[in-house]
Nanobody
Framework: HVQLVESGGGSVQPGGSLRLSCQTS????????MTWLRQGPGQGLSVVAS????????HYADSVSGRFTISRDNAKATLYLQMNRLEPEDSAVYYC????????RGQGTQVTVS
């Protein structure tokens, strides 16, 4: 079955950086579009970035474009999100998913910017 395990979250000051990882198993990662989503306090789930299987096509939410970079290592079946110039508004639980709907997704990793 599909397993997605996010890690790398933490607390950081505004302007700082974090790198999230998502270790996957149970499906053909190298053939799958992958997506990072986030859910802030009292907010719904929103797409942060999506990446095509061969990393040839990428989409970012306007709010993170130019600051965040999504990448993948198909040999390791792992998805990454490099987050730079973090802002308090980026505080959220971050999830990786095989779908822009957020289903299925992992348990999430908390990012706090303050």
């Amino acid at each position: 079955h599909v397993q997605l395990v996010e890690s790398g979250g933490g607390s950081v000051q505004p302007g700082g950086s974090l790198r999230l990882s998502c270790q996957t198993s149970g499906f053909t990662f190298s053939a799958a579009w992958m997506t990072w989503l986030r859910q802030g306090p009292g907010q719904g789930l929103s797409v942060v970035a999506s990446l095509s299987p061969a990393s040839t096509s990428v989409h970012y939410a306007d709010s993170v474009s130019g600051r965040f970079t999504i990448s993948r290592d198909n040999a390791k079946a792992t998805l990454y999100l490099q987050m730079n110039r973090l802002e308090p508004e980026d505080s959220a639980v971050y999830y990786c998913s095989t779908s822009r709907s957020g289903y299925p997704r992992g348990q999430g990793t908390q990012v706090t910017v303050s």
